[in-house]
């Protein structure tokens, strides 16, 4: 069964960066889409980013700017560049690699104020 590994999360001031990973326990050439989401206490789960095989990209709004999706077929990993962190991006981040693919554990991220 693929497993998803998330990384990368912590405790950082509002204004400062982190870099979130999704490792894959398989190739991941094939996945066309390969998504962010976070899930802050009290909220649904809500979308992030994705990126596509080709490469396009498409972020909602509350991070434009700010946050960079990537991925690595060869590592069969994807990334979550996340600069100017603010308090409201307090959230626990997961990866999906595309349906039927169980959710990883996620990795938590605050952002103290």
């Known amino acids: 069964q693929v497993q998803l590994v998330e990384s990368g999360g912590g405790l950082v001031q509002a204004g400062g960066s982190l870099r979130l990973s999704c490792a894959v326990s398989r190739s991941i050439s094939s996945i066309k889409t390969m998504s962010w989401f976070r899930q802050a206490p009290g909220k649904q789960r809500e979308l992030v980013a994705h990126i596509n095989s080709g490469g396009s990209r498409i972020y909602v709004d509350s991070v434009k700017g700010r946050f960079t999706i990537s991925r690595d077929n060869a590592k069969n990993t994807m990334y979550l560049q996340m600069n100017s962190l603010k308090p409201e991006d307090t959230a626990v981040y997961y990866c999906?690699?595309?349906?039927?693919?169980?959710w990883g554990q996620g990795t938590q991220v605050t952002v103290s104020s």
């Open positions: 999906k690699a595309g349906p039927g693919v169980p």
